[in-house]
């Protein structure tokens, strides 16, 4: 496995592997453990542009390639991941200390989104429409937008540049990825490999592997990306918004959440907690979708509380590599000591403790806290770790201004023994998704996935994607002679 770091600790530039220019390094760690994976030179603004330029001369044939023989290249890429799923499932063990649970739910949807990305290559359908004009035929074209730049996050990074990177590749454009620093090689140059050796031609996808401490701007201002696809931080995505407005280039941003799992008070306990402790804790709690609010009539509470603290407490804590693991370490420090920080700022609001869970460099036990005050900021904000906030209400109609008391909008969930009750309920969250009698982690080829307010802007998956990085051409002929007024 570690020469597998090794090997891809390089740029991937116009279908070259090489070394960076830039002036230090980035340093991959096993958030775990601690060992050293790899050490990778950071790419430079020149080596930005030299990848959107490669990209650039790459499309227009790719573009023109028979939509069949690029599907073919999709169809080996799944094959590939089939072939090398346990690599795959110990490099993201080692780089960003998953759970081989959270490995195989990644890899899953990996290999669903390569599914439909085959499928992809056949759906950039044209359209003929009427004219009120005698003699006129107006033809609608799809087409790439040309050039697509990819910034994908550390949390599920397999999965999260194979989306986008594959259904733009699909539609006949160009990719550059730039991938999280902490997760260069599983987000970025593991499946720059993959593509490679499913024959993708060189140069429609290049990786590179650098830090904004360095490059700045130039990855989301450069003149040649016509869509930039992030998914990250809401801070960084309106930042990157505000950059590519004034540019008049479009975005996809897939940010921050804060989703509510709510339990009313004919729900099937048992389920709901079940429910619940996946939603919050699964990767450690750093999923944009997770539960970080969990709320309860209060006529059910006393025995949701009861069950959930249970659950909680058989959460095994520890190496990612034991199947028995539930939780392993976040992905770095920073987070580390971000969740310890919240649950003290908890209590000192006045926060009840259930369950403190300790902290030894990046492995943090979960916690459980209830009675935050209303007017807390946890309330308001994405928590990314192990740490579940359970809170009381009375009847739906708290329920609903507690669930959208929030400034982020991307899922949630509802339990109930009525299911149209439930939907009616989903219908008044101000979120992108919602879900009835389930989970709030769900993301699907075919249905659109997005956020409302602060978690981000457009959709991807099924025909969103090809709104997302495809564009619209009008050609019209007119068959007859057209009358000129002058």
């Known amino acids: 496995m570690s020469s597998c770091f090794t090997d891809l600790a390089l740029q991937y530039i116009d279908g070259e592997w090489r070394p960076g220019t830039g002036s230090w390094d980035i340093i991959d760690v096993n958030p775990y453990d601690g060992t050293k994976l790899a050490s990778i030179t950071i790419a430079t603004v020149d080596e930005v542009d030299q990848a959107y330029r490669a990209a650039q001369r790459a499309q227009q044939a790719w573009a023109a390639t028979n939509p069949y023989t690029r599907r073919a290249v999709f169809e080996r890429a799944l094959r590939l991941v089939e072939e090398r799923e346990q690599e795959i499932t110990e490099a993201i063990i080692a780089e960003l200390g998953g759970t081989r649970l959270k490995a195989g739910f990644e890899i899953g949807l990996a290999k669903e989104f390569l599914r439909e990305a085959a499928q992809l290559t056949l759906r950039s359908e044209g359209r003929m429409l009427p004219s009120p004009i005698e003699g006129k035929e107006n033809r609608l074209y799809r087409e790439p937008v040309g050039v697509v730049g990819v910034i994908s996050p550390f949390n599920f990074p397999f999965l999260l540049s194979i989306k986008p990177v594959a259904s733009a590749l699909a539609l006949g454009n160009g990719v550059v990825l730039k991938p999280h620093q902490d997760t260069p090689v599983v987000g970025g140059t593991y499946i720059a490999r993959l593509f490679e050796d499913a024959g993708l031609p060189p140069g429609l996808l290049n990786v590179v592997l650098t830090d904004i401490a360095e490059i700045g701007d130039a990855f989301i201002e450069h003149p040649v990306p016509k869509v930039i696809s992030f998914t990250g931080s809401d801070k960084i995505g309106r930042h990157i918004a505000t950059v590519c407005a004034a540019q008049l280039k479009r975005t996809v941003l897939e940010l921050g959440g804060n989703s509510a799992l709510v339990v009313l008070d004919d729900a099937d306990i048992d389920y709901a907690v079940d429910a619940a402790v996946f939603s919050r804790y699964v990767d450690q709690g750093q999923v944009c979708m997770a539960a970080n609010r969990v709320l309860v009539d209060r006529s059910v509470a006393e025995e949701f509380t009861e069950k959930f603290v249970a659950k909680v407490r058989t959460l095994k804590t520890g190496d990612p590599s034991d199947p028995q693991t539930a939780i392993g370490p976040v992905v770095n420090s920073l987070q580390a000591n971000a969740v310890s920080a919240a649950v003290d700022q908890a209590v000192a609001e006045g926060a009840t403790v259930l369950v403190r869970g300790g902290a030894t460099d990046n492995l943090v036990e979960p916690s459980v806290l209830t009675d935050v005050p209303a007017d807390s900021a946890l309330l308001h904000k994405e928590i990314f770790g192990p740490l579940a906030l359970l809170v009381p209400f009375d009847g739906e109609e708290e329920a609903i201004r507690i ?48 956020g409302e307010k602060h978690s981000g802007i457009g959709r991807l998956n099924g025909e969103t994607t090809l709104d997302a990085f495809t564009t619209l051409k009008w050609i019209s002929v007119q068959r007859g002679r057209s009358r000129f007024p002058f």
């Open 403 to 450: 669930v959208n008391d929030t400034p982020y909008g991307l899922s949630g969930a509802v339990h109930t023994a009525d299911v149209e009750r439930g939907v009616a309920f989903a219908k008044r969250v101000d979120t992108g998704m919602f879900h009835v009698n389930d989970g709030t982690l769900h993301d699907e080829p075919l249905v659109p996935f997005g």
